[in-house]
């Protein structure tokens, strides 16, 4: 089997495991809910960073950790402080809401070549 055949056998099996895990229209649900109070989608205004920025920044394990912790983890995000409150979230609405903002951009900075 061929370099690029097995390469989009992957990339394919990725994203089935993905929505397994998570659930983007469900994270939408909960964006909408608990978020949008304080963070915006495509510009708008909010007190929290825009989630299409967040979506180009960030590996969706990284916005996990954030929504998990955030009071533990603001620093190591470049934040002098942290207005984030600690959200009462399932497991399940983490995933799927960190699932809806990966969703956002579909270019990520950590994909540019340096």
């Known amino acids: 089997m061929s370099y690029l055949k097995k390469f ?5 099996l990725c994203c ?3 929505q397994l895990d998570a ?3 469900e994270g939408r649900d ?3 809910q608990n ?3 304080c963070h915006s989608v495509n510009m708008g205004t909010g007190m ?3 989630f299409n920025l967040v979506s180009y920044k960030r590996k969706r394990a990284d916005i996990v950790r954030y929504v998990t912790s955030p009071s533990t983890v603001f620093r190591e995000f470049g934040y002098s ?3 984030m409150p600690e959200l009462p979230l399932t497991p399940q609405e983490i995933e799927n809401v960190s699932q809806y903002i990966d969703s956002l951009q579909p270019f990520k900075l950590w994909m540019k070549k340096q």
């Open 8 to 12: 989009f056998i992957f990339i394919i």
């Open 16 to 18: 089935i495991s993905l």
């Open 23 to 25: 659930n983007v229209e």
């Open 30 to 32: 909960v964006y909408v």
């Open 35 to 37: 978020c949008a109070n």
């Open 48 to 50: 929290g960073p825009d």
């Open 81 to 83: 402080s942290n207005a």
